[in-house]
């Protein structure tokens, strides 16, 4: 009986809590590119610095083709097409730069990495202010 009730209450949750942004496409991908930012800021080692970077541009290309919730519903001041535009060229800009980290992890730059990643948060505060509802 209690091995099928916990999987019962699992699913009872699941449908009666509210969907968050994480669960879209582009929730996803902020949320993998998110992971490989942290990992990076901590990591001593070339290659495995290297690897992340990777896997942040990767998550970069997912989150280039998708439409940010707020703007697909309209609520960005400067309608969908400009905003759309605006939103592609800050996610081109965070791939750039990590292409630059992943070479200054590979050229063994410590101190330029460090300094790529710290001007990234400046980019994602203005990205997160600009693409989405305040909660």
Do not use: W
């Amino acid at each position: 009986m209690k091995k099928l009730l916990f999987p019962l209450m699992a699913v009872a949750l699941a449908t009666v809590m509210p969907a968050s942004a994480d669960d879209t496409p582009l929730g996803e991908s902020m949320e993998s590119l998110n992971d490989a930012y942290k990992a990076m800021r901590r990591t001593d080692d070339a290659a495995e610095g290297a690897q992340l970077a990777r896997d942040a541009q990767a998550a970069l290309l997912k989150a280039f083709g998708e439409t940010p919730e707020l703007v697909e519903k309209g609520g960005h001041p400067e309608g969908k097409e400009k905003a759309m535009a605006a939103y592609r060229t800050q996610i081109a800009q965070a791939l750039v730069s990590m292409c630059e980290i992943e070479a200054a992890f590979l050229a063994g730059e410590k101190d330029k990495v460090q300094e790529l990643i710290g001007s990234l948060r400046d980019a994602k505060k203005k990205g997160h202010g600009e693409f989405m509802e305040d909660e």
